[in-house]
């Protein structure tokens, strides 16, 4: 088996052109880590709205061989169940409401059947998932008086407004979530809250050094982030969800939140990675005081972008995000690295979308 294990990693780690039919980038086809596809020097080429997306393909499913077939691995749920009691975002488009049916029949049968009805929103509460869509940006700040000048927004690959939400009421026509590939690659868990030893606080940030930092406390730096990896770190912030929630619109775990630096996001995005994910609700930090007003952003982040992290994954780099992602059973495992499996819902023309993500990994703990 162990041969069998090692055959399967060096296979994944061997250059070797993507097959016929993977969705590789027009301008980085021949270019390549490990059988994994990489941006070239112009990004993935004009017209692309996949992003780092177009990492996905054999070497991710290769990498993830190597865990897939470790009889010592087991499942592990990265999601929170959805429900109307859990913490939810203020900011959201709406609450989340679940309406459940009584058992109803059908004439002339024997079947009994349930069911709901579900609103609010499916893609900005509970574990969720970020379009590349989901962002755009003005090439200076909005002062705020008078009408917001959405035609004037640009997105990733230099989309423009006109091209991505023509219509106000319309769904994204570029860059919708439905337009992000399936993710089923090897993840990186990134353990903040044992490297500093403690939860972080409000507004704190994981920075490049941390990410080098935890890569070589956890023995990683060898293997270190490769091109099509998803990156997990958690903060120790998600111990703040608790469901049910005493009042679920206003809870401490919305409130602020640690997040990744500037510079922690500009390394991972040199590594080509397709996803950034934590265990808190703006992969940004977030103070409290930001929201209204009364303090400046953490130090770092550049002028008029508050959610510069934001900003950058999704606007400049083409990398996806997850928020509120339950890492503590994975972290207390040594789980540090796994197949990941990461399926949005295809929902046309929407900027982000409800998700269910797992890990594959073996315990060491």
Known sequence: MRRVLLALFLAGCVEQGSPAGEPVGSEAQD??????????????????????????????????????ANPLARPYELGRVLSETMPQSPVGDAPVDIDYLPTRGLPFTRHAGNGEIFSGGLGSQGTQFDALG?????????????????????????????????????????????????????????????????????????????????????????????????????????????DPAPNPLFTAYYAEGPGLAVDAQEYLASRHVVLMALDNPFTDPVRACQFVGACAPPPGTQPGLPFNV????????????????????????????????????????????????????????
């Open 31 to 68: 270019l390549s880590f490990g059988g994994v596809p990489v941006p070239g020097p112009d990004g993935w080429g004009p017209g692309d709205e996949v992003g780092n997306g177009n990492t996905q393909g054999y070497g991710t499913r290769l990498r993830c061989a190597l865990h897939l």
């Open 310 to 365: 934001h900003h950058n994954n999704l606007t400049q780099h083409g990398i996806y995000q997850m928020q509120n992602l339950a890492l503590d059973e994975l972290a207390d495992d040594g789980v540090d690295l796994s197949c990941t499996v990461v399926l949005p819902l295809r929902i046309l023309g929407a900027a982000g979308s409800a998700v269910r993500p797992i890990a594959v990994g073996a315990p060491r703990h």
């Open 134 to 242: 989901h962002f755009g940006y003005l090439e200076g700040p909005w002062p705020g008086a008078g009408p917001f000048p959405a035609d004037q927004a640009r997105y990733y690959n230099g989309f423009t407004q006109a091209e991505v939400k023509p219509a106000p009421d319309g769904p994204l026509q570029r860059l919708g979530v439905e337009k992000a590939p399936p993710i089923l690659t090897s993840a990186v868990l990134l353990d903040a809250e044992a490297y500093r030893g403690r939860p972080l606080d409000p507004g704190e940030r994981v920075t490049a050094a941390d990410i080098k930092g935890m890569l070589a406390a956890q023995k990683l730096s060898l293997r270190g982030i490769l091109p099509g990896d998803a990156v997990y770190i958690r903060t120790g912030w998600g111990r703040l969800w608790t």
